[in-house]
C-alpha cells in the first residue's frame, strides 16, 4: 500500500541536502551535496529543484508537502531568506514561492536551529517534552525554543536567536553569547594565549599553522589531554550556562537539548556549563529537575527538522497532536 511522503530539504552554506520521509519521520531515501554557495542564489536553487525530483516518489505515493531548513535569518512567514552570513548572495530572497511554482505542493520554511528542536520534540531526545530548548554550538551557535508544545517564532519569525543574547564580556565590552562560547571564539582565545607563550600540542595539531586552528582542533586538543585547550572549553562551558541561565529565566523549560560538534567533547563543556547554570539561576527550581541531554538526531536533524514543519503546518500545530496523529498512523 501506497503511504504520504515528505521531502526534507536542508539548505546549509557548505552542504544542500534532500530527503523523502514518511510521515513518521523515517528516512526513504537521500541525496546531498556541496552548496557552492559562493555561485549565488541562482544556481543553489537549480541544484536544488534537481535534488528535489529526485526524492520525489515513482510510486505515485502522494507528497504531503516539503519543508525547508536554511540558516537565519529566514521569515518563515513570508517564505523569504533574508540575509545569513554564510550565503553570499541571498538578500531576500522567496524561495518559498520559488518552489511551490515549480512543485505545486505546500512548501514551508523555517530556521535551522527552530527547525531542530521541533525535531528533537516529535521524534528526538526531547520528545514527549512540551517545554524544550535546543542549542547548537559550533561554528556558531543557534537556537529553537518549543513553548507550551508549539515552536517559538514572534512576529517575523526571527525569535530564538540564542547566540546573539547579549553579554558583557572581559574588559566591559559588549558581546554575545556567540561571539564568546562558539567554536570560532574558543579557536581565538587559544591562538592568543599560544601567541602570548603558552605551550600546547595545537601548534603541532596545525603544524604550526595558527591560521588552521578551530572549535574542532580545540577539541580534539582538549580530548587528549591539553590543559590550554581544556582550560578554553571549560572556559567556553561556563560561558554556555551563563547563557543557559538567561534561559532559563525567560522560558523555565523542562528539557535542554544540545547538539553541534563543540558538544562532542562532552563533560569537558557540560560539567562547567551545568556548575554555572546551579550557581546563577535565580532559584534551584529552575535547575532541580532540568534535563541536559545531547542530540539524538545527529547530522540529519536538519533534515528531520524540516519534514517535520509540514508535518506541523509550518510549526503552528500542537505537537502533542502532531505526535497522536503519528502514533496511530
Known amino acids: 500500500m501506497m503511504s504520504n511522503v515528505i521531502i526534507g530539504v536542508d539548505l546549509g552554506g557548505t552542504r544542500l541536502r534532500t530527503a523523502a520521509l ?3 519521520l523515517q528516512i526513504l531515501e537521500r ?22 525530483t529526485q526524492v520525489l516518489p515513482k510510486d505515485g505515493s502522494k507528497v504531503d508537502g516539503i519543508g525547508i531548513s536554511a540558516p537565519g535569518p529566514a521569515n518563515p ?52 517534552y512540551r517545554h524544550a530548548i535546543y542549542i547548537t554550538v559550533s561554528t556558531g551557535i543557534g537556537g529553537g525554543v518549543i513553548s507550551d508544545g508549539r515552536m517559538l517564532l514572534g512576529k517575523e519569525g526571527l525569535a530564538a536567536e540564542v547566540g546573539h543574547m547579549v553579554m558583557v564580556a572581559d574588559g566591559g565590552h559588549v558581546s554575545s553569547l556567540e561571539k564568546e562560547a562558539a567554536g570560532p571564539a574558543l579557536a581565538r582565545k587559544a591562538v592568543a594565549r599560544i601567541q602570548a607563550g603558552e605551550k600546547s600540542i595545537i601548534v603541532d595539531i596545525v603544524q604550526g599553522d595558527l591560521s588552521q586552528v578551530s572549535g574542532k582542533v580545540i577539541g580534539n586538543a582538549a580530548t587528549a589531554g591539553d590543559t590550554l585547550a581544556i582550560d578554553v572549553i571549560k572556559r567556553g562551558g561556563w560561558l ?15 528539557i535542554i537539548v544540545l547538539g553541534g560538534g563543540v558538544t562532542n567533547v562532552g563533560d569537558l563543556l557540560f560539567v562547567p556549563m551545568r556548575e554555572a547554570i546551579e550557581k546563577y539561576a535565580l532559584d534551584s527550581s529552575y535547575w532541580r529537575d532540568l534535563k541536559i541531554v545531547r542530540s539524538a538526531l545527529g547530522e540529519d536533524v536538519s533534515i528531520f527538522g524540516a519534514a ?3 508535518v506541523t503546518q509550518g510549526g503552528q500545530a500542537d505537537v502533542r497532536s502532531v505526535m497522536a496523529k503519528l502514533d496511530a498512523e
Do not use: C, S
Open 240 to 254: 554556555l550556562g551563563l547563557g543557559i541561565v538567561t534561559l532559563l529565566h525567560v522560558f523555565n523549560p523542562e
Open 77 to 128: 512567514m513570508t517564505g523569504v531568506i533574508v540575509a545569513p552570513p554564510n550565503l553570499p548572495g541571498w538578500h531576500n530572497v522567496r524561495l518559498v514561492d520559488i518552489l511551490r511554482a515549480e512543485f505545486d505542493l505546500p512548501v514551508y520554511l523555517g530556521n535551522d536551529a527552530n527547525v531542530a528542536a521541533l525535531a528533537e520534540v516529535i521524534r528526538g531526545a526531547a520528545q514527549g
Open 22 to 24: 514518511n510521515r513518521d
Open 31 to 52: 541525496f546531498e551535496t556541496l552548496t557552492h554557495a559562493q555561485e549565488g542564489p541562482d544556481a543553489t536553487i537549480a541544484r536544488m529543484k534537481q535534488m528535489i
Open 308 to 310: 517535520a514543519l509540514v
